[in-house]
């Protein structure tokens, strides 16, 4: 039996000696032209105590690429946020602060919701 190691998935068995592991992850890694993305901003406040938080789906690209673009985003809001899961989270209703930033960039194809 192969005994393979993966660093984010921890230890996967098998009995193909051919076998290769997928990163979970690859699909992420495609980089799309800032007017071919179709991003998503949202307004969202279920499972934060009350607290409206503003969320931008649908960037693909790098993990790094996406923390560099939250960062840019927070910094033009001058609030905090994060990226997780696919997602990149800014701090309060900031959706009007967003699209101007996605729209002063080249993102063409966003909606707000």
């Given at each position: 039996m192969a005994k393979i190691k993966i660093p984010t998935s921890g230890i996967i068995y098998s009995t193909d000696p051919d076998?290769?592991?997928?990163?979970?992850?690859?699909?992420?890694?495609?980089?799309?032209?800032?007017?071919?993305?179709?991003?998503?901003?949202?307004?969202?406040?279920?499972?934060?105590?009350?607290?409206?938080?503003?969320?931008?789906?649908?960037?693909?690209?790098?993990?790094?690429?996406?923390?560099?673009?939250?960062?840019?985003?927070?910094?033009?809001?001058g609030t905090g946020g994060s990226v997780k899961d696919g997602e990149i989270i800014i701090q309060g209703d900031q959706r009007d602060k967003v699209l101007q930033w996605l729209l002063k960039n080249g993102y063409k194809h966003s909606k707000k919701i």
């Open positions: 076998f290769k592991t997928y990163d979970d992850h690859d699909e992420d890694n495609i980089s799309l032209p800032a007017e071919a993305q179709k991003i998503r901003i949202r307004l969202e406040t279920k499972h934060r105590a009350g607290k409206a938080v503003t969320l931008l789906e649908g960037f693909s690209g790098t993990n790094a690429e996406k923390e560099e673009i939250g960062k840019k985003i927070k910094s033009f809001c």
